[in-house]
């Protein structure tokens, strides 16, 4: 089955500086790339995703990257706030009745 | 639109009762998930449920958990005996069409077995 794995697993940056997230994964047919954020005591959200057939997309403050040779994909946050303290979650997924996969997630902490 | 909706928020039960966790996914959506997470596993996928059929149910801890989706608007995850290990947030989630595409994440339930 598919394997995701996150690094790092916890990151600390001062406002204003950018973040980067990333997970790669093991099965070539993926083709879905969720990332989901967590506030503490909240429900997992997607903020941005990406398909196999794109290698970037940008929303605001965040962009996403893709690298299909080297199956990995990174998460991008620019000018960060502290309200972007959070965990954040990486999936990957082959769609159809294949289940997506959730790397173990990125506690970001962001320090005024 | 309500979102994914879960009852109860908080669960506080004896070790050894029945737990039943009750999920109404977002109307239109076709594919459910039930997830659990705890802080030393993370978020793990318990079952997958296209159309109210369950298509994969590998992440189901063992046989004290099941899971039924009699129609479209509601899904139930019972635990049957509790156990103090079953402890989590218990997080059903409801796609449009099929695994590959955006989840909506109820607001969980907190599941406290003593």
């Known amino acids: 089955g598919e394997n995701v794995e996150q690094h790092p697993s916890t990151l600390s940056v001062q406002e204003g500086d950018s973040a980067v997230i990333k997970c790669t994964y093991s099965d070539s047919a993926s083709n879905y790339f969720p990332w989901y954020k967590q506030e503490l005591g909240k429900r997992p959200q997607l903020i941005i995703d990406?398909?196999?057939?794109?290698g970037e997309k940008k929303d605001q403050r965040i962009a996403v990257t893709l690298n299909k040779t080297a199956k990995h994909f990174s998460l991008h946050i620019t000018e960060t706030q502290p309200e972007d303290s959070a965990v954040y979650f990486c999936a990957a997924s082959k769609g159809g009745s294949y289940i997506p996969t959730f790397g173990r997630g990125t506690s970001l902490i962001v320090h005024p | 639109d309500a979102g994914v909706i879960q009852s109860p928020r908080h669960e506080v039960t004896e070790m050894g009762q029945e737990v039943t966790l009750r999920c109404k996914p977002i109307?239109?959506?076709?594919?459910l998930f039930w997830y659990r997470q705890t802080m030393m596993r993370g978020l793990e996928l318990l079952i997958y449920f296209n159309n109210n059929v369950p298509i994969d149910d590998s992440g189901m801890p063992e046989d004290r958990f099941s899971a039924k989706m009699p129609n479209a608007s509601f899904s139930t995850l019972k635990i049957q005996p509790s156990e103090p290990r079953d402890s989590a947030v218990y997080f059903c989630?409801?796609?449009?069409?099929?695994?590959?595409?955006?989840?909506?994440f109820g607001p969980g339930t907190r599941l406290t077995v003593l």
């Open positions: 990406i398909r196999s057939n794109v």
């Open positions: 109307s239109g959506h076709n594919s």
């Open positions: 989630a409801s796609s449009f069409s099929e695994a590959a595409d955006t989840q909506y």
